[in-house]
């Protein structure tokens, strides 16, 4: 997979903070905003599954299709 170098405007607090971690984290900025990124997008496809997987359901359907969701997203453990 490629790299894109872009430049973005941050509220300055919000970029304090994602230095921070990044040091914390041992990585760099960029490395840690990618990160942020990916994470935004998972959370976004599990958003639009759990809609989709709980549609229109009674609560009983709701408990177990949350139970499925979740063994789905996270594995079985």
């Not at 759990?50 to 079985?76: F, H, M, N, Q």
């Amino acid at each position: 997979m490629g790299a894109e170098k872009i430049s973005i405007t941050v509220a300055e607090e919000l970029v304090t903070w994602a230095r921070a971690e990044a040091k914390r984290q041992r990585t760099k900025l960029s490395g840690f905003m990618a990160a942020a990124l990916k994470r935004e997008r998972q959370h976004q496809a599990r958003e639009r599954y759990l809609k989709k997987a709980l549609a229109g359901r009674s609560p009983a359907e709701l408990e177990r299709g949350a139970a499925e969701a979740y063994r789905d997203i996270y594995g079985s453990k």
